[in-house]
């Protein structure tokens, strides 16, 4: 009996420490992917898609702090910038009632317009960039959305990249300056003229800043790249991806401060498409590959620590592969397989853009709500999936929810 008791505490302790034991898809709320947004729009756009298509809003989700309110960013729109889909963001209500069989309701209540200070519409067309002054560009690719403590929208950009601040209206208040480094010398309206030899620094082409965190206390932004920078070895000779090292941007929204760090990834054809905050220095990233269905085969969410990783603002250029010693990136754990048998996501229904993470209010039951989106690419036969995870408190023992107003 001593024996049999040894070995149950001593697989709880395991089970603990791995921090992924508890973690259940608890259920998955849809709407058709012809759904109509609440933008008024009409007509279609440029490529033939209504004007009015709720798609692509899994690209980026934050949760509001009042009740089962989330915002969520639509991205560039259909064809890959070839639409001059109009961006916007939206509010939706997701509730997730756990009773029996789990319920996960959808309900659209809010769309609202990106349009720059002027009041000028942002759109999805890669034309739509002044080439002599791109701060003024009107193309945007709206992919990782964060709502501040006084209810403003933070939002990245893919194309610039940029970081972006509006109002609750999507009235751009402000862009928070990058540094140089992140930035294409010649951007322009094709990608291929973007790659090198056009270009030798910046991010690569639709491989921008496309996951954003917020801090608890909501005074610093994390922008996590994509993928690597063209000057830290992201392509070959031939401008295939061969890079590792992907860059993590914090900004302090007060003092303007910033920090960088380094995220490698698992595999070189792998992607970052979200960062999600777990306290001021822990957080959750969502790596993927870009594979659909039965082909999908990289599907995982990492908890990465900050605490001991270098600073590597003044690194000119990162290496491909292999960092230097004098080089510590974060601290990187697996702690969620979206394509464990379990869950039962993997086959011919895999999404291939999983791309979204909040967490929601606590479950009655004390557990975690984590929600993650996927990305149907505004494609009408392709439903919008929102999925909800219930994750032990003791999986995430350092949480620090996020701070709201009238809220601790």
């Known amino acids: ?28 709320g849809t709407l058709p992917g012809a759904t109509a947004d609440l933008s008024g729009l009409s007509g279609k756009t440029s490529d033939g898609t209504p004007n009015n298509r709720l798609g692509g809003l899994g690209s980026g989700i934050a949760y509001t702090g009042r009740g089962n309110e989330y915002v969520l960013a639509s991205d560039r ?11 916007r963001m939206h509010r939706m209500n997701i509730v997730v009632k756990p009773k029996g069989k789990t319920t996960v309701t959808l309900k659209l209540t809010e769309t609202k317009l990106l349009t720059d200070e002027m009041g000028r519409q942002f759109v999805g067309s890669l034309d739509a960039i002044d080439v002599k002054r791109p701060e003024r560009s009107l193309r945007f690719d709206p992919e990782g959305v964060r709502v501040g403590q006084d209810g403003t929208i933070f939002i990245s950009d893919e194309y610039g990249p940029v970081l ?37 620094q910046g991010r690569v082409p639709n491989r ?5 965190a917020i801090s608890p206390d909501g005074t610093k932004l994390y922008g996590i790249m994509q993928s690597p920078l063209i000057q830290d070895g992201a392509l070959d000779k031939d401008n295939a991806r061969v890079g590792r090292n992907c860059r993590l941007f914090e900004l ?6 910033s920090r960088e760090f380094v995220y490698p990834l698992e595999e070189t054809s792998n992607g970052l498409s979200e960062i999600l905050a777990i306290n001021n220095h822990e957080f959750l990233v969502l790596e993927r590959d870009g594979k659909v269905g039965k ?5 995982k969410l990492y908890k990465i620590d900050l605490n001991h990783a270098t600073d590597v603002s003044a690194v000119a250029a990162l290496p491909a592969d292999t960092l230097p010693a004098s080089i510590q990136p974060v601290k990187k754990t697996l702690f969620l397989d979206l394509l464990d048998k379990k869950y039962g996501l993997a086959g011919d229904e895999c999404p291939e853009k999983f791309e979204g993470l909040a967490f929601g209010p606590d479950l009655p039951d004390g557990r975690r709500l984590l929600i993650i989106t996927a990305d149907n ?3 009408a036969e392709q439903p919008l999936r929102i999925y909800a995870f219930a994750i032990d408190a003791s999986d995430l023992p350092g949480f620090v929810p996020q701070a709201f107003p009238g809220k601790p």
Do not use: W, Y
């Open 377 to 379: 690419d505004f494609i």
């Open 1 to 28: 009996m001593r024996g049999f008791c040894f070995l149950a505490m001593l697989t709880s302790l395991l089970l603990a420490h791995t921090g992924r034991a508890d973690i259940e898809l608890i259920g998955v």
């Open 164 to 200: 972006a601040e509006f109002n609750p209206q999507g009235k751009r208040i402000r862009n928070f300056p990058l540094p140089t480094r992140f930035l294409p010398t010649k951007p322009g309206k094709n990608p291929e003229g973007e790659l090198p030899p056009h270009n030798t």
């Open 252 to 257: 302090d929204t007060l003092s303007k401060a």
């Open 208 to 212: 921008g800043m496309e996951g954003l």
């Open 295 to 299: 082909e999908a085969a990289f599907k």
């Open 77 to 87: 729109g259909p064809k890959d910038g070839a639409s001059d889909f109009a961006c």
